[in-house]
């Protein structure tokens, strides 16, 4: 599903493009190379694949893949992904220790515990991926790409910065999303101390175009959204946390979802 000149989404829960537990899955088309920012969780990689295709793309371009975090639901797919293309997978140095192995993982653990996950999901660990710090710059084709660190939902939390034909693109992973909630978590590694001190490195960046790890993106104004996220961990009210609302989607949909394929 194209978003803007350079950008595809090509996974997705809420847009119905791949597996339900999806996170938002961005293709970058850089021209001689493709780069894929997240992967879901890995329960949907043959939609992903089916989906580069449709939109005419040659996997065998796809070179990169950048995962914005360390949670599962944002990188499960990396290593199947891998095998098919041959793409290199990135993650900030902080998060590529969690991604090695899937054993004892306390998010993975709490999504079992509480339902979240179909009992028959088998995670799949990545090892062996490339890292990047903050303010390194990933070329993919003829486009290049800042990571920039913003911890706060977790020590290796990062948005990815380019150029798309003179819009600017970031992509937040579950660090910012639309109207400005954030991804807060009741979770080791999470940080609102980090949150407030990290999140101005986004405040002067100009963003046009928006692309949350979940719900819904924008093309234009995505900055105002950005300066409410801002404003909101300024106060001392609680911001407000996306997943406070995904949380309905998660009983009404989801759980159907996944009890409906237990029982078939």
Known sequence: MRISDHVYMVGSDQFALSYPLDCNCFLIDGGTALGLVDTGLGMGVDDIMANIISDGFDPELLKHILITHSHLGHWGGADALRQLTGAEVWV???????????????????????GRYPSEFKPRACPNVSTFADGERIQIGDIEVEAILVQGHTKDATCFSFSDNGKRALCTGDTVFYAGKLGLLNLDGFSMA???????????????????????????GGQKHIKRAIHKLSDFVMPETFFEVNEFTWESDYLEIMTDQESE
Request: charged share 25%.
């Open 92 to 114: 900030h140095t902080l998060g590529a220790s969690l991604m090695e192995s899937v054993d004892g993982d306390p998010a993975i653990e709490l999504n079992f515990k509480y």
């Open 194 to 220: 980090d949150y407030r001190r990290d999140i101005h490195k986004l405040a002067n960046l100009e963003v046009d175009v928006l692309l949350p790890g979940h719900g819904v993106f924008v093309v234009r």
